[in-house]
């Protein structure tokens, strides 16, 4: 059962809160108060959707309140009780982005916030979705008898699709169609068949066993032969490889000998061999000749060393005498060309005096210039009085400024003349002022004169102090260099003399030199002889060695010759072997075809067999969707009459038919309308408007109430189409006094106040809309 709605930016409602009641519930309102948007929005919060929506006529963000203002969300809230349960669903709309969905049982978050699992939800617990409850539950506006006008094949689709079993066209369809298509199937797979026993055919099973057979026992056969072929060569290769290795032994042996020999040749070229003995028995000596040597000369150039420092000290001193001397000269010249007062500090003390008087005098002038300028101001302020003053006693009833009385003409005249007469005594003293001011201003500017000339007088007497200061420090720099001179001539006759030593020293080291020199020579001689004797010992040696070896050339060539044959015959037997495997793997993939188009055949045989059972089984599975169908609508059709029998009275308060019964006619939905035993027809055009509605109006009842489900309720929207005072009156009783035995809840949504007589809860639907109002909403129980 619904129990409450709470609606926020929906369509045309800006907030609308509706709790729901048991019952016969009447919606009530004006052409675009707001009526059917309640239902609708009932069905977005139950499924996530509506028909509009689903059928693209409008986007989901059409539903978001675009009058009077335009807003970018809406919020529904639905409360509703099924099987004990209480459940709350809320749903967002966004403009721009996805919704959202939350499901409450018993106050528990049950699913969300992604709405398609919430949807799945709610259709578990009603177990119904959006499409059984637009047909079960609800009936449109101007939805309720417009399958009396439908085409027929278009109403026996309607109807089949309201009773839910238009789906079995589908099957019965489809399913002769999938059998149809494997018919076509088993036809292409014949013919894969007869192809596959045709490349059977090509293959001697028996044939090529027995040749492969004959290639396995001659590759066995090979393999052993090369086995034994592989030891030999291998006895072979290891003989070679000794004989290889001592070749290269006796050829390195045969190049050293040769290398040393070479080495005695030229040695024997540069001494004398038959003295080679004494050469060797002086080079004691002579190591001993050169180490004295080397060791006093080595005490000579630590000497001389000594003595070149002094040498390089004796050529610096001179420089520096010469170096001081001229910065002597330079200096004099500096003191010869400046001439300097003795008293400039005595001047600088005086200008800096008479600079402070001149600036003080300045000081004076500003001041009686500000003065001489106040007095100005003052004076032209009192000429102003004085003027307004006079200006206003001419006046005639002009009052004294100091006792208020009327002036007479002689009073004025008079103050008017003393006026007068100040006024020319003022303007007078103040030439005087201007002419003080002017004398001022004149002096001010020769005092900054004479004040600029002490500036320029100071400058020019401290740059003389400065140079006084710097010829000062000239003399006292000449005093240290004639100091320094005087000091470096004493030490130069000593320097001289070590310069005269350190000649001597030269020719005692190159006499030196000499003697190792003649020394080395007959120390290398010395060494080559002992190299000499060396190399004879070492050819001696290798020769012993070489002989030791005894490598034959011919054995070596004759080994190499058989190890080429014996690996050559290897290699074609290798060769021969690599043939018969890839003609053994020939034969093994021909098996291996053979077995496969084997395997293939059987499972194309077994494969039609199946296609054919199914396609065979299809057929029945459609005949027996058709039967199903027929069956469930002649139960349906039945069951409808004997509802649609029991309403009609209560619908129609009238006695113009007998009886009124649904059937199939040519497979057409049909309402037969019987007006006694022997005469009935088909409805057709001969009935009135009025009649149709109520015919059309309690078939869609009868429909609902055959298709009842967890839900419960019935939504009828605007059902009054057509209808008369007493016929809107006995639907109003129906629904109040017969229908609620069956269903929970009855929403009428109406412009008609008829049907508010046996409504248990009305509720009242207004907007303005000429302003873009809300809607708004009112409920009487």
């Known amino acids: 059962m619904l129990q409450k709605l709470i609606l926020e930016n929906w369509k045309s409602h800006y907030k609308t809160e509706i709790d729901f009641q048991q ?104 177990g119904i979705n959006i499409d059984v409850f637009m047909r079960a539950n609800y009936s449109e506006q101007n939805q309720i008898d417009f399958f009396l006008k439908m085409p027929s094949a278009q109403r026996k689709q309607l109807f089949d699709n309201m009773f839910g079993i238009d789906f079995f066209d ?48 001659k590759i066995i056969k090979e393999k052993k032969e090369l086995s034994e072929q592989s030891k030999i060569l291998l006895e072979v290769r290891q003989k070679e490889s000794e004989l290889e290795n001592k070749r290269k032994t006796a050829e390195s042996y045969e190049n050293e000998i040769k290398g040393n020999l070479g080495k005695l040749e030229l040695i024997s070229k540069e001494i004398d061999v038959t003295k080679i003995q004494d050469l060797v028995k002086d080079k004691e000596n002579i190591n001993k000749i050169i180490e004295s040597s080397n060791k006093k000369t080595q005490e000579l150039k630590a000497l001389k060393s000594e003595l070149d420092k002094k040498t390089m000290l004796l050529v610096q001193n001179k420089d ?41 005098e300045l000081k004076k002038i500003n001041e009686d210039i500000a003065t001489t300028k106040a007095k100005i101001e003052a004076r032209n302020y009192e000429l102003k009085e004085i003027i307004e003053n006079t200006n206003k006693i001419k ?58 000339e002490i500036e320029k ?71 080559r002889a002992e190299l000499y004797l060396e190399l004879e010992n070492k050819v001696q040696t290798l020769t012993e060695k070489l002989e030791s070896i005894a490598y034959k050339k011919d054995e070596f060539e004759n080994i190499k010759k058989s190890l080429s044959e014996i690996e050559i015959a290897t290699n074609y037997r290798k060769t021969i072997i690599d043939q018969d495997k890839k003609l053994l793997n020939e034969y093994d993939f021909k098996l291996k075809q053979y077995t496969e188009l084997k395997e293939k055949l059987k499972a194309i045989e077994t494969k039609i067999s199946e296609i054919n059972a199914i396609s065979d089984d299809l057929l029945v599975f459609s005949n027996v969707a058709k039967k199903t169908q027929e069956d469930v609508r002649e139960k349906m059709i039945k069951t409808i009459n004997e509802i649609f029998m029991d309403l009609w009275p209560k619908v129609y308060p009238y006695a113009d038919f007998e009886q009124i019964k649904l059937d199939i006619v040519d497979g057409d939905y049909k309402l ?78 109406t412009h008609d106040k008829q049907l508010e007589h046996y409504a248990q809860n009305i509720y009242y639907i207004e907007r303005d809309k000429e302003n873009d109002s809300p809607s708004s909403i009112e409920r009487i129980s």
């Open 23 to 126: 019952g016969y519930n009447v919606i009530v309102g004006n052409i675009g108060s707001g009526k059917s948007s309640i239902i609708e929005a009932i069905t977005f919060a139950l499924f996530g959707t509506t028909q509009s929506v689903q059928s693209r006529k409008i986007q989901v963000k059409d539903l978001i309140m675009a009058k009077p203002k335009q807003m970018d969300s809406a919020n529904i809230t639905l409360f509703f009780s099924t099987d004990n349960n209480n459940y709350k669903v809320e749903r967002v709309l966004y403009a721009t982005k996805s919704s959202q969905a939350k499901l409450f049982c018993n106050d528990k978050l049950l699913r969300g916030p992604k709405p398609a699992d919430v949807n799945d939800e709610i259709e578990k617990i009603l």
């Open 457 to 527: 007088t100071l400058i020019k007497y401290r740059e003389t102090l400065s140079k006084k200061s710097l010829i000062s420090k000239i003399e006292q720099e000449n005093k240290e260099l004639n100091e320094k001179i005087e000091f470096i001539q004493k030490e130069i006759p000593v320097l001289e003399e070590f310069l005269k030593n350190n000649q001597n020293l030269e020719i005692a080291l190159e006499h030196l030199a000499l003697i190792s020199e003649e020394k080395q020579k007959e120390l290398e001689r010395s060494k």
């Open 170 to 217: 589908t099957v019965s369809v489809n399913a002769r169609q999938v059998s149809n298509r494997l018919k076509e199937k088993v036809m292409g797979d014949n013919e894969i068949l007869l192809e596959v026993k045709g490349m059977l055919k090509n293959y001697n099973f028996d044939e090529i066993k027995q040749n492969k057979e004959n290639v396995e026992k």
């Open 672 to 749: 037969i309308v019987y007006f006694d035993k022997d005469y009935k027809r088909v409805l057709d055009d001969f009935v009135s408007g009025g009649e149709r509605s109520a015919i059309a109006l309690t078939l869609r009842i009868a429909m609902s109430l055959v298709m009842r489900n967890k839900l419960n309720l019935l939504v009828l929207d605007e059902p009054t189409h057509n209808l008369d005072e007493n016929s809107v009156m006995a639907l109003s009783n129906l629904f109040n006094n017969h229908l609620l035995k069956f269903v929970d809840q009855i929403f009428v949504i």
């Open 395 to 452: 006046k005639i009833g002009a009052k004294c400024p100091l006792c208020e009385q009327i002036l007479d003409e002689n009073h004025v005249h008079k103050i008017v003349l003393d006026n007068t007469t100040k006024t020319g005594a003022l303007e007078k003293e103040q030439i005087q002022i201007r002419e003080i001011l002017k004398q001022s201003n004149e002096n001010y500017k020769l005092k900054e004169s004479e004040l600029s």
């Open 320 to 360: 520096r005498i010469e170096n001081y001397q001229k910065t002597i000269n330079s200096n004099k010249k500096i003191i010869e060309s400046s001439v300097i007062d003795n008293d400039i500090e005595t001047k600088i003390t005086e200008m800096l005096n008479k600079n402070d008087n001149v600036k003080s």
